[in-house]
């Protein structure tokens, strides 16, 4: 019974508006006021962000924060993919026949996440992450490879929770929230960075929205408030770093493992 009702309050508060409304409260001066309080409450390590706290001029503007120079050591290798996002892997695996298996305990057909998109076919063998952003994590994203733009989709949609209780009670969350996904090509093939937003996350948007290009670890896009990145790899390209795990955390610029040729 309890689960039903926060099942339904869910639904009624994850409509567009709603974080609309929050996302204009966070864009508003009075919300700078919140700023140490959001700080010690999600124990925020505020010393890495590029300026004080008290020169951010609201709470969304410090949320979306970038980081001092150097902070995330970036892996260079040619062939490295690396995390896009500091973030804990809830999910990762082979992609099978363009199903994304138990991802807490639901399964994800890759055509209804990227709404069709004829890109499909090449993911539907391929490997893929789950990297949720907490509020506590930096929420920049970053480029996890170097490449260029092969197409940017946009899907509105709603706006759940992409916590545990979310993912766990609430039927196809990442199929039914609002995405960005932007497809890179690179030496290897291509990777889709599917970005999904989430309750209270008022915008997903790119850095340069004229950018057609990336080096590993270029700023790419950011999310106002937490919410989720699912990483693909195009089918038989890439090889994940030995012991990696589910409820690993990872920070941006961490290697999560190699690319290579087709097989």
Do not use: C
Not at 42 to 54: D, F, L, R, T
Request: aromatic share 10%; charged share 20%.
């Amino acid at each position: 019974m309890v689960k039903q009702l926060l099942r339904l309050m869910t639904e009624l508060s994850s409509h567009r508006w709603l974080s609309r409304l929050m996302g204009s409260f966070s864009h508003s001066r009075l919300s700078r006021f919140l700023i140490p309080v959001f700080i010690k409450t999600y124990q925020i390590p505020s010393a890495q962000a590029e300026k004080n706290p008290g020169e951010y001029h609201t709470l969304n503007e410090f949320f979306s924060r970038r980081l001092k120079p150097g902070t995330r050591p970036i892996a260079t290798d040619a062939d490295a993919l690396v995390s896009p996002v500091d973030a804990m892997i809830t999910a990762m695996g082979d992609i099978s026949s363009g199903t994304i298996m138990n991802v807490k305990g639901q399964d994800y057909k890759i055509e209804d996440l990227l709404n069709h998109s004829p890109h499909l076919e090449l993911y539907k063998r391929g490997f893929f992450f789950v990297l949720y952003l907490s509020p506590t994590d930096y929420h920049r994203i970053h480029s996890p490879l170097t490449g260029h733009k092969v197409e940017s989709d946009h899907i509105r949609g709603r706006a759940y929770p992409v916590n545990d209780f979310g993912m766990r009670h609430m039927k196809g969350v990442l199929n039914r929230n609002e995405r960005l996904i932007t497809y890179i090509a690179g030496d290897y093939g291509e990777t889709a960075v599917v970005k999904v937003g989430a309750m209270n996350v008022s915008s997903i948007g790119y850095t340069d929205a004229n950018a057609t290009e990336w080096q590993i670890g270029d700023d790419l896009a950011y999310f106002e408030f937490g919410s989720t990145v699912v990483l693909l790899m195009e089918s038989g390209t890439f090889t994940p770093r030995p012991k990696l795990e589910v409820n690993t955390k990872v920070k941006m610029g961490e290697l999560l493992g190699t690319l290579h040729r087709p097989l």
